[in-house]
Each structure stands twice: as C-alpha cells, then as structure tokens.
T-cell receptor
Framework: DSGVTQTPKHLITATGQRVTLRCSPRSGDLSVYWYQQSLDQGLQFLIQYYNGEERAKGNILERFSAQQFPDLHSELNLSSLELGDSALYFC??????????FGQGTRLTVV | LAKTTQPISMDSYEGQEVNITCSHNNIATNDYITWYQQFPSQGPRFIIQGYKTKVTNEVASLFIPADRKSSTLSLPRVSLSDTAVYYCLVVPLGGSARQLTFGSGTQLTVLP
C-alpha cells in the first residue's frame, strides 16, 4: 500500500459525459501528480500541484482540468469524453526531493 | 528536461543478474536519477535513486559514472516476479515544480 488513494477504481461512462477522479495523497505530501496511461502506452504526465497551486503542466487536454484542495486531496475532471480518453489514470504524491508514491489508478472506460 | 533512452525490451533467465542501462546525455547539474518499476495495471513503484557513483538498497544497485551521462540499474538474481517495465527518470533537485517524465521504459521478461 503506497498510501495514495484513488477513487473510484473503475468507471464506465458514455461519450460526451463528464467525470471526476479523486486522489488522496500520502499524509504530509504537498505535491500531487496526475498521469494518463492508455492501453500499451507509456505514462503521460498531465499536471502537478503543490500545496494547492498548479506548478507543472504536461500534455493535458483543454477538456481536462484539475485542482488541489486545502486538505491536499486532488480531483481530475474530464469532460466531453471521447472513446480515446479510455485509459488508466494515476495519481502520485511526494514531498520535495523524495520518491513519488503512486496510487493504484482509476480505470476509465468510455463507451 | 533531460531526455532518457533505454532499451525497449530485455529477456533474462531466473537467477541471473540483469543490467539495464539508461542514457541521459543532457543531464543537468541539479538532476538526480531515479528508477521505477511498473507491473501491468498497477502504479509505478520506486526502486532506487542516486546522484553519482554507486547506490545500493535491498532490491537493486544503481551505477552512475563520473560524467553522469548514463546510469545502469542492476537487479541481482532476478525471479519471474521481476517481469515488469522499468523506467529511468531524470529529476531535478529542489523546487516545488517538478514534471516527472516517464519515457518508454524497458520491458524486462524473466524466463524460467
């Protein structure tokens, strides 16, 4: 158990819909990262938050947005979903200059 | 961001030592090298990290030459359960803004 909790574990939704993925970081970790991993693809960095503020941005689509709340949990919002958005979405957390701990992911299936 | 290059795949047999080399020619002075392991449908798991020379922990060793343009992850006596994708990352020290970039990784297959 990495200490990073992601919910839900599985999500099935239709094209055009909007979903919210939730991540609770390890206790004390201020930094949260979001990644997308499509079938047989690598981990694509989406965005990083540190103590509530966006700090680094990757190839995140405009249809996707994220935020980190005062209690440090984070949410990734995916809207106008397309079939190609089906993927595993991972959240990770760390303290500065330490290893990142990943959650078990949310498997999103868009039908 | 320093780009990393690793072999796409490697095969080994149980009980052998496996060395996976990563090239990072553009590594910066304040970058350190980190390796992660990922099993199918699971989140990556930290293995080891280092800045220079040699680092060893209970699962692996990391060798970094003086010029730091490459690094080698060494897994002693692999077992079938070590079959996974291994990622090499170059991560900057300091600062709160970090983009942990995973490349394609190396698919290690351990054969019986």
């Amino acid at each position: 158990d990495s200490g990073v909790t992601q919910t839900p574990k599985h999500l099935i939704t239709a094209t055009g819909q909007r979903v919210t993925l939730r991540c609770s970081p390890r206790s004390g970790d201020l930094s949260v990262y979001w990644y997308q991993q499509s079938l047989d693809q690598g981990l694509q960095f989406l965005i990083q938050y540190y103590n509530g503020e966006e700090r680094a941005k990757g190839n995140i689509l405009e249809r996707f947005s994220a935020q980190q709340f005062p209690d440090l949990h984070s949410e990734l919002n995916l809207s106008s979903l397309e079939l190609g958005d089906s993927a595993l979405y991972f959240c990770a957390s760390d303290e500065v200059n330490t290893e990142a701990f990943f959650g078990q992911g949310t498997r999103l299936t868009v039908v | 961001l320093a780009k990393t290059t690793q072999p796409i795949s490697m095969d080994s047999y149980e009980g052998q030592e496996v060395n996976i080399t990563c090239s990072h020619n553009n590594i910066a002075t304040n970058d350190y090298i980190t390796w992660y392991q990922q099993f199918p449908s699971q989140g990556p798991r930290f293995i080891i990290q280092g800045y220079k020379t040699k680092v060893t922990n209970e699962v692996a060793s990391l060798f970094i030459p003086a010029d730091r343009k490459s690094s080698t992850l060494s897994l002693p006596r692999v077992s079938l359960s070590d079959t996974a994708v291994y990622y090499c990352l170059v991560v900057p020290l300091g600062g709160s803004a970090r983009q942990l970039t995973f490349g394609s990784g190396t698919q290690l297959t351990v054969l019986p």
